[in-house]
């Protein structure tokens, strides 16, 4: 499953989260989520960014979320 939405909530709160604390319909189901800010594959160690939304940087991804991220060695920048 793929998830899209933005990267942060409309008052700036981090949305990629250690842990969901919404209702869950399903567990370990989404293996992609695609933001504003970039692309990211669930892993089983956790969030591993794959590519970056053209003018977004490692720093700008990491401080906005509230999980930690992994940077893919492959890493694009989108165009």
């Known amino acids: 499953m793929i998830v899209v939405m933005e990267h942060t909530a409309q008052n700036g709160d981090a949305k990629l989260r250690r842990e969901c604390t919404l209702p869950l319909t399903g567990t370990r189901v989404v293996q992609r989520v695609i933001t504003d ?13 794959v590519e970056l939304a053209h003018g977004v940087t490692r720093e700008q ?19």
Do not use: K, N, Y
């Open 37 to 49: 800010l970039c692309v990211l594959d669930i892993t089983q160690s956790g969030f591993e960014v």
């Open 61 to 79: 991804a990491e401080r906005t979320a509230d999980a930690p991220l992994r940077f893919s060695s492959a890493l694009m920048p989108l165009h």
